[in-house]
């Protein structure tokens, strides 16, 4: 036992410091390897005072934060030259949603991977650089004076990690923060509808929807019931709402009549509009989408949700309408945060930039996509909240700091004499959907008022397809989408509810 007595004499003259437990204050900071190490008694260095990325130093490459990862952010990063300028992207998700085949993804026509690109394959300069970075984070705060950008980290609930804050030093900072589904302010919706403006949305309508068809076969269920549980609601008769529909009736036609047969008779499909439905389009397609989702199943209702219950809504003119699901696409709106944001604002609170889509009396800030529109000052429209829009801005602003980047004046407040020369000026493409059936719309005019080619039937759903499919953003991904279009049409749609 000299060993033992060796061992207890060895610790009772131990340094009280070897004993002493560190304290790790900042989740940044190398202090945390000290308790691996196998020397005794070595000095816990204290933390640094300054949480998070510091400001470049002369001789460093500027550093561009983008914040947001929508069309607006992603085709921004992917434009920048990244041998000029260190990227940090801050986002609550580490993808890009392709949001015109989202609701594909509903009943099973795509798979979820399918409309969803890595932000590491858009923009590879964030995973290998040592300057940049991407942040699964939210940004909670801003000061534009010391060009600073306040960030807090997402975890996944209470049981994990606590989120804590940090701060990055910006050179050029870019809002891409996109916007959220609007409310009007209804008592009820966030409570008892679903959204479909991400990949999530997507997955819990998919769940939500193959629950109510299994549930509703269960023996004991009223009648009354059945048909509450399988009646899907669709509120707001935009492209979302249109195209969700025409896919939802189309998965009813052809999969749950086949599948589900002892309640193919209960499922029904209301679409609630104030107005007109997709209301940007010509009045011909518009007559001819409203006649194909009649003829697919699809009820038609005009009016205004007053209230919305766990198991029912109520319309202002007090009609009350069960429902199993509810998807709520009425538009969206300026985020809680842009709201917060002491900027010059647009109308409908948007984000005020210029012609260069600069954020008018801060240096070294733009902002761009659904977050941002053009002062009043401009002379310029407010431009509607589209994809098209999103990623053109973006790619406008990535060759505009890259331009002002060859000049020498992408560092902080190194751009004052740049001379700005071409304004950004969006020309509309057109618009299109689909109202299910191999059956869509396209509508090539440039603006509501003017004319152009409109074209409906099955030769604008090949048009249609052939369009998203040439502008997903990767190879790998057009043919993940290849390969779903393939097998639903000869399988049919997955019903599997994992």
Known sequence: MSWLRSLIRASSTASPSS????????????????CFTTEAARPVQPPPAFSGLRPTKPGEKPRVVVLGTGWAGCRLMKGLDTKMYDVVCVSPRNHMVFTPLLASTCVGTLEFRSVAEPIGRIQPAISKEPGSYFFLSNCIGLDTDKHLVECETVTDGADNLEPWKFEIAYDKLVIALGAQPTTFGIRGVEEHAVFLREVYHAQ???RKLLLNLMLSDVPGVSEEEKSRLLHCVVVGGGPTGVEFSGELS?????????????????????????NEILSSFDDRLRKYATKQLTKSGVRLVRGIVKDVKDKMIVLNDGTEVPYGLLVWSTGVGPSSFVNSLQLPKAPGGRIGVDEWLRVPSVQDVFSIGDCSGFLESTGKPVLP????????????????LNKIGETGGGHANSAKEYVYKEPFVYKHLGSMATVGRYKALVDLRQSKDAKGLSLAGFASWFIWRSAYLTRVISWRNRFYVAINWLTTMVFGRDISRI
């Open 385 to 400: 909240a589209l994809a098209q829009v999103a990623e053109r801005e973006g790619k406008y602003l990535a060759n505009l």
């Open 204 to 206: 819990e309508i998919r």
């Open 250 to 274: 189309d998965f009813i036609q052809r999969d749950v009549h086949q599948r589900y047969a002892h309640v193919k008779d209960y499922i029904n499909v209301t679409l609630i509009e104030a």
């Open 19 to 34: 004993t002493t437990k560190s304290r790790i204050s900042d989740p940044f900071s190398y202090s945390l390897l000290s």
